[in-house]
């Protein structure tokens, strides 16, 4: 288990140039056990046998990334629970078409892929300078529209400078290495329990497709960084005190970072309809569901139809 939650120095890595690497590209694998063959999509580097569904591990799982997974979160949704899953988000669509609901039930079933991912740790130290707000009441005396006297009362900030330092650390930013998701379903990939990493095995990927890391080292701690400043700006804004804050300069020094390359565990379902894929993706740890849908335009048509012949009905009512 200590390997699994192991964290590697990430400036010692950089000097190796490990995690880095080149794209991994398309390739046909032949299957060990039937010896059929099998195209593997780019960046995917174990999945199943076509023919036979046997595992099937590409050469380039080893060769093709210097850095590999140490750390796996199993699968805790069964196949049978996330396409139930599936089907129930299906059928809680609003203005679905209602031809949805067959095409669902021929649906192509559900996919489970290990998604990399990378996590940072980061200890910090900022000095900043901002401007702390202070509120307080100010009483004005004005005249309304008859001429007589009215008393308003207006809240005015008053700024003093400040400047300060922080100390914060991050444990376990995580960032995806996968652009098989794309960003609007990003969402799902949420609330992960990282405690619950097991090492990594060949036996916890059997079956499942594997993905290599596509995001390289180096951007992946950009974006941890993006995260970090949040962070980091919550933190000065706490130190400033005050009933509000401005955040000027930030200098943020970086001490000790480190990082682990994981794989997290998703199931990928895919249905088509009106002649077009569609996709919806499950958390396969904590079973969130996010995913795209068709609308019918029909319905749309008629429920605004509806909610404007509502008003017009309650209009003429009131108006009488």
Not at 43 to 71: D, L, Y
């Amino acid at each position: 288990m200590a390997a699994a939650h192991e964290e590697l120095d990430y400036r010692t890595a950089l000097q190796l140039q490990k995690g880095n690497e080149q794209a991994i590209e398309a390739q046909v694998v032949e299957c060990p056990l039937c010896g059929a063959q099998t195209r593997f999509d780019p960046h995917v580097v174990a999945s199943v046998c076509a023919f036979c569904a046997a595992p099937m591990v590409s050469a380039q799982a080893r060769t093709g990334r210097q850095i590999q997974p140490r750390g796996i979160v199993p699968f805790t949704l069964e196949p049978a629970s996330a396409q139930d899953l599936f089907r129930k988000w299906i059928h809680g669509r609003w203005f679905a078409p209602n031809a949805l609901r067959k095409t669902v039930s021929t649906a192509q079933g559900v996919r489970g892929v290990y998604l990399p991912c990378w996590t940072f740790d980061a200890e910090t130290s900022c000095d900043y300078e901002g401007q702390r707000g202070i509120h307080r009441q100010v009483q004005e005396v004005t005249r309304d529209a008859n001429g007589r006297q009215v008393v308003q009362t207006r809240t005015v900030t008053d700024w003093y400078q400040a400047s300060g330092h922080v100390n914060v650390d991050f444990d376990d930013t995580l960032v995806l290495a996968s652009s098989s998701i794309p960003d609007h379903l990003a969402s799902v990939l949420q609330g992960w329990d990282i405690q619950k990493l097991a090492p990594f095995t060949d036996d916890f990927v059997a079956g499942f497709t594997v993905e290599a890391y596509q995001l390289a080292l180096e951007p992946a701690f950009g974006q941890a960084q993006q995260i970090f400043n949040q962070g980091i700006e919550r933190a000065v804004r706490s130190d400033i005190g005050g009933d509000e804050q401005r955040v000027g300069r930030v200098n943020t020094q970086y001490g000790q970072i480190a990082f682990k390359h994981i794989l997290l565990p998703v199931w990928i379902c895919s249905y088509k309809f009106a002649n077009k894929s569609w996709r919806v993706v499950v958390n396969g740890q904590t079973g969130a569901v996010k995913g795209d849908r068709p609308y019918s335009a029909w319905k749309i048509a008629f429920a605004v139809l509806t909610a404007v012949t509502v008003g017009l009905v309650i209009w003429s009512l009131s108006a009488q």
